[in-house]
């Protein structure tokens, strides 16, 4: 069947192991040197171990793969970890609003008589969370637990004078176009630039996104984990350093784990130039806040 699985650019793995963890299913191992799936059958496709890759060797792809088998993933890779591997392995399936292989695994654990280690714990609450975080809200939206995939409704936060105001701000684009892959390393607009690279989501996280992030920058965005071909980002923005001799670089992305993605690759641009530029990194919450705010490079 066909559907979303890992895969592992060999050339840009270094083999750190840091996308180790971000598995609980276990399909990821490192093997002489570099991280390998080792069964289509234990990769859920989640892409909860992108962020973690610090050279953006790990991206989504669709294609024929053996279907991801929950209660065969239980009892051949999980339960055999204990309980805290189990643990991590329900909040993984609740964090990414998997119900129905959460479900799977419960009854699992049910059916082999293994006490789930979420019950009569610190975690009591979170486990409650877990049986009942995918019902459907009065809203008729789907809950999940984490903030990368889950739906959430922040209406209650729009003010009166807020709906109400009727001031249009000017807006601060620069150049056009501004997606990553459409995008030329030699157009004017980026020569000697502050650029600002941001994820897709947030611009519409950020209720001032034009006045806080685009004032005085040129802009390019993209998205770690949707987005294809990322060797021709990272190429891109090698040649931006270097032929568009950039000033400096900040990088906007949210607070969710797979958008980490895209300081990976722009690390991974700064390893391949030959000219070294100051990078900010910004970290922005689903609703907008700054969480981070920093330099990174320099």
Request: proline share 5%.
């Amino acid at each position: 069947m066909k559907r979303e699985i890992i895969t592992i650019d060999e050339k840009r793995c270094t083999g750190c192991g840091e996308c180790i963890p971000g598995c609980p299913e276990g399909a990821l191992q490192v093997i002489d040197g570099k991280a390998r799936l080792i069964s289509d059958l234990f990769c859920d496709g989640l892409g909860a171990c992108i962020g973690h890759c610090p050279t953006g060797a790990m991206k989504i792809e669709t294609r024929e793969a053996e279907p991801y088998d929950e209660k065969r993933v239980m009892h051949e890779s999980i339960v055999h970890g204990g309980p805290n591997v189990i643990a991590a392995h329900l909040r993984h399936l609740a964090d990414h609003g998997q119900s129905s292989l959460l479900q799977q695994a419960l009854e699992y654990l049910e059916e082999q008589g293994i006490a789930n280690p979420l019950k009569n714990s610190t975690e009591a609450g979170r486990d409650q969370e877990i049986r009942h975080s995918h019902t459907y809200s009065h809203h008729g939206e789907h809950q999940g637990g984490c903030p990368g995939s889950r739906m959430m409704d922040f209406s209650e936060k729009d003010s009166p004078a807020a709906a109400a105001s009727s001031v249009v701000a000017k807006s601060a684009l620069r150049q056009w176009p501004i997606q990553l892959h459409l995008v030329s390393p030699k157009a004017p607009s980026y020569h000697g630039s502050d650029l600002l690279l941001a994820a897709d989501c947030t611009a519409f996280a950020v209720g001032d996104f034009h006045g806080s992030f685009m004032r005085g920058k040129s802009l390019a965005i993209a998205c770690p984990k949707l987005d294809s071909d990322m060797e021709i980002y990272v190429e891109k923005l090698t040649a931006m350093i270097d032929m568009g001799r950039l000033n400096t670089i900040t990088v906007a992305i949210m607070e969710v784990p797979c958008c980490g993605g895209l300081m990976s690759i722009v690390a991974e641009a700064l390893r391949k130039a030959s000219r070294k530029v100051p990078v900010k990194k910004v970290v922005v919450s689903l609703q907008g806040e700054i969480l981070s705010d920093e330099w990174v490079v320099g």
